[in-house]
C-alpha cells in the first residue's frame, strides 16, 4: 500500500492543439497524514492505514554522539584549501567566532574553537627569526674582530639576501612558507656565510699587503672560487638525495633539502659576484690602518702563534694525538651502545593535543559508549590544573588513530585540547602519565588508551608489528599472545591492535522444504525479517533539500531474547499461521569487526608506545 501511493509517476507529454502539457502523477507527500489517510490496497471494506500503523516522520538513529562540557555538540574539522596562508585563515576562523558567539543567547549556539594547529607554524617562524637574527649578530661580531668593521658589514648583509633570493625561488616552484620550510631555513642559517667569509678573508689579506680592492677581489676569487664551490657543491651532494625519498615521507621532507640547496646555491652567488662588488664599491683599503686595525693584525698574529706551537706539539707527540682522538671516538661510541644517547630517527615535538581511546564490549549501543566517555572525561578534568586545558571534546561512534579512523557503535574517543606550553605548564607526556593510573581504573571499557600526536608526516606508533596467516583464529590467538609478551617489558604502554571484535550476530539459514510445505516463498521470508528488525525502505523523496525516506517498520516490541523476534507468525494462504522460527535454521555466532589484509593475506596489526625516559625506538 505505501509503496503504491507514495510515489511520482512522469506520464509524459501531451499535445493539445498549440499547446504541449507536462502529464505526471504526483502521489508522495512529506506530510505524514497524508500517507496515513491511504486505504489499504486489496481489501473490501475501506480501512485507513493510520487504522493499522502508526504513520510519523522521525529521525534515523544517528551513528555519532558528540558532547561539549555534557551539551549536544557537533565536530567540525576545517581543512584549507592548498596555497591559503593558515595563519590568517585562522585569525579569520577566529574573528567568525566571536561575531557569531555574541548572537549565542538568541540562537543557543557556541562556536568553540578546540585545537588550533597555527602555534607550532608561528614558533617556528619566531625561532627562525631568533636564529636569524642571533646568526646575524655573531657573523657581525666574528668578522668585525677579524676583519674590520667593513668587512663585517658587507659580509653580514648578504644572510638577508640570501634568505630572500630562498623564499623567491621557493614561491616560483610553488612552495609555501610552513614549517618543513623554515626547518630548512634553520638547518642552512649556518652555511650561508662560509663561503663568503673564505672569499673575503683572500680579499681582506691582499687588501692589508696594499693592494687596490679591484685588484684584490680578482686574485682572491682566483684562488678560492674552485675549492669554495667544490665544498658547497659536496654538502649539496649530501642533502640531494634526501630528495628522491619515497612515499609520504618523501613528500612530507622534499622540501627541506631543497630549501637547503637553493639557499647555498644563492650564497655562492652572493659571495663571489655581490661580496667583492660590495668590496670594490665600498673602497675598502688599509694603507692607513687605524689604531683599532693594528691591534686587530696583533691579535690575529698572537692566535696564529699560538695554533701553530699548538700543531708543533700535537705533532710531536703524535701517537699520543692519536690515541687521544681514538679514545673520544670510542667514548662517543660507547655512549650510544650502552643507552645514554637515545635515538630518534625522526624526532618531533608532540602537539600540544591529546586523545583518549575509549573501547566497549562490541554489543555495546551508541548512548552507553558516550556515557562510558563522558566518565572517563571528568576522571581527566580531575586530573588537569588550571590553565591547561583549552578545551574537552567527548564523542562516541568513533576513534581517530595516526593513520586513520575506526567506526562503530562500540568506539568512543576524548579530544583533550591544550593551551600553549608556558614554563608553568605540564608537557602532553607528563599530563598523560599524571593522569593514567587514575582513567584506567574507570570499569566497564575493554580497552583504554592514549593517544598523542606529533609533528611530521604521518606515522605508526613505534613498535608496529603485523601478524599475518591464513586463518583468522590462529592470528587472532598469536596477537593476544604478542600483546602478552610487550605488556611484561618495561617501557612498553598503551598496547593495542586494529581487529575491532565484532558483535554477537544471529544467522538464519532458509529451511527449504519448510518454505515450500507452507506455500510460502523465501522472498516473503525475508521481507518479513526486514519488517520485523530494521524496516524496509520503500521510497524517497526530497524535502527542503533533505532525503527524506519512507521506511515501514514493525512496531517496537520489548525482547528478552534476540530469538523472540522469530516467534512471529507468518499468515498462510489457508489462514493459517507459521513462526518464522519454524522456516529457518538458527545460530548463533560472534561476527568478525573488520577484516585487514597486507600483502594478500590477512592480518593483524599490534601497536604499542614507549616511554621515552625508560626506553627508545632502536
Avoid at 326 to 339: D, K, N, P, Q, R
Avoid at 407 to 433: C, F, S, Y
Wanted: charged letters at 20%; a negative charge; proline letters at 4%.
Amino acid at each position: 500500500t505505501v509503496s503504491a501511493f507514495f510515489q511520482d509517476i512522469a506520464a509524459g507529454d501531451a499535445r493539445l492543439g498549440a499547446q504541449n502539457w507536462l502529464v505526471r502523477l504526483v502521489g508522495s507527500d512529506a506530510d505524514p497524514s497524508g500517507l496515513a489517510s491511504r486505504t489499504i490496497v486489496g481489501n473490501d471494506s475501506e480501512i485507513l492505514l493510520a487504522d493499522v500503523a502508526r504513520v510519523e516522520r522521525a529521525r534515523a538513529e544517528p551513528d555519532q554522539l558528540t558532547t561539549y562540557e555534557g551539551r549536544p555538540a557537533v565536530l567540525l574539522a576545517v581543512v584549507k584549501q592548498a596555497d591559503i596562508n593558515t595563519l590568517e585563515l585562522v585569525e579569520r576562523l577566529k574573528a567568525y567566532l566571536t561575531d557569531r558567539n555574541v548572537l549565542s543567547t538568541s540562537t543557543g549556539v557556541d562556536l568553540v574553537l578546540i585545537d588550533d594547529q597555527t602555534i607550532p607554524t608561528r614558533n617556528a617562524i619566531r625561532l627562525m627569526q631568533n636564529n636569524a637574527l642571533i646568526g646575524l649578530l655573531l657573523v657581525l661580531c666574528v668578522t668585525w674582530l677579524f676583519l674590520g668593521s667593513r668587512i663585517a658589514l658587507l659580509t653580514s648583509i648578504g644572510i638577508p639576501f640570501i634568505l630572500a633570493g630562498t623564499f623567491w625561488v621557493l614561491s616560483g616552484i610553488g612552495e609555501t612558507l610552513n614549517v618543513m620550510v623554515l626547518l630548512g631555513v634553520v638547518i642552512v642559517l649556518g652555511m650561508l656565510v662560509d663561503d663568503a667569509v673564505v672569499v673575503v678573508e683572500g680579499i681582506y689579506y691582499r687588501l692589508r699587503h696594499g693592494m687596490d680592492a679591484m685588484q684584490a677581489s680578482i686574485e682572491a676569487l682566483r684562488e678560492v672560487a674552485a675549492p669554495v664551490t667544490a665544498a658547497v657543491l659536496t654538502t649539496m651532494a649530501a642533502f640531494g638525495p634526501l630528495i628522491l625519498l619515497p612515499g609520504i615521507l618523501g613528500d612530507f621532507m622534499r622540501v627541506v633539502p631543497t630549501v637547503v640547496i637553493v639557499a647555498l646555491a644563492i650564497s655562492l652567488v652572493e659571495a663571489f659576484w655581490m661580496l667583492p662588488a660590495h668590496v670594490i664599491g665600498l673602497g675598502v683599503s688599509f694603507k692607513n690602518p687605524s689604531r683599532v686595525q693594528r691591534q686587530r693584525v696583533r691579535l690575529t698574529h698572537a692566535i696564529q702563534v699560538a695554533y701553530v706551537r699548538f700543531l708543533v706539539k700535537a705533532l710531536r707527540h703524535r701517537w699520543l694525538t692519536l690515541a687521544g682522538v681514538l679514545l673520544l671516538f670510542l667514548g662517543a661510541i660507547g655512549t650510544l651502545a650502552s643507552g645514554l644517547v637515545r635515538s630518534d630517527f625522526f624526532a618531533a615535538d608532540t602537539i600540544r593535543l591529546f586523545y583518549v581511546n575509549v573501547e566497549m564490549p562490541p554489543e555495546t549501543p551508541l548512548r552507553v559508549t558516550l556515557e562510558k566517555v563522558q566518565e572517563v572525561e571528568q576522571q581527566v578534568r580531575n586530573q588537569v590544573r588550571e590553565g591547561e586545558v583549552r578545551a574537552m571534546l567527548a564523542y562516541g561512534g568513533n576513534m581517530f588513530t595516526e593513520t586513520e579512523q575506526r567506526l562503530g557503535d562500540h568506539l568512543g574517543q576524548l579530544m583533550v585540547g591544550l593551551n600553549p606550553k608556558t614554563p608553568a605548564l605540564r608537557t602532553v607526556e607528563e599530563m598523560i602519565e599524571g593522569m593514567r593510573e587514575q582513567v584506567l581504573s574507570v570499569p566497564g571499557p575493554t580497552r583504554v588508551s592514549f593517544l598523542r600526536l606529533s609533528g611530521g608526516p604521518p606515522t605508526a606508533k613505534p613498535i608496529s608489528i603485523k601478524v599475518r596467516g591464513d586463518s583468522y583464529d590462529e592470528i587472532r590467538r598469536a596477537a593476544d599472545r604478542l600483546k602478552t609478551i610487550l605488556a611484561g617489558i618495561e617501557g612498553i604502554k598503551d598496547i593495542e591492535d586494529d581487529a575491532d571484535k565484532g558483535r554477537s550476530e544471529l544467522v538464519l539459514e532458509f529451511n527449504t522444504d519448510a518454505i515450500t510445505r507452507a506455500g510460502l516463498s523465501p522472498d516473503e521470508v525475508g521481507r518479513s525479517l526486514l519488517l520485523l528488525v530494521d524496516g524496509l525502505v520503500v521510497s524517497d523523496m526530497r524535502d527542503a533539500g533533505e532525503k527524506l525516506e519512507v521506511r515501514v517498520q514493525a512496531a517496537d516490541t520489548e525482547y528478552q531474547d534476540i530469538v523472540d523476534i522469530l516467534q512471529f507468525r507468518m499468515p498462510l494462504r489457508d489462514g493459517g499461521s507459521i513462526a518464522l522460527a519454524d522456516l529457518a535454521h538458527v545460530t548463533r555466532q560472534q561476527s568478525l569487526g573488520n577484516i585487514r589484509h597486507y600483502n594478500f593475506r590477512r592480518a593483524i596489526t599490534v601497536e604499542a608506545d614507549i616511554d621515552s625516559e625508560v626506553t627508545d625506538t632502536v
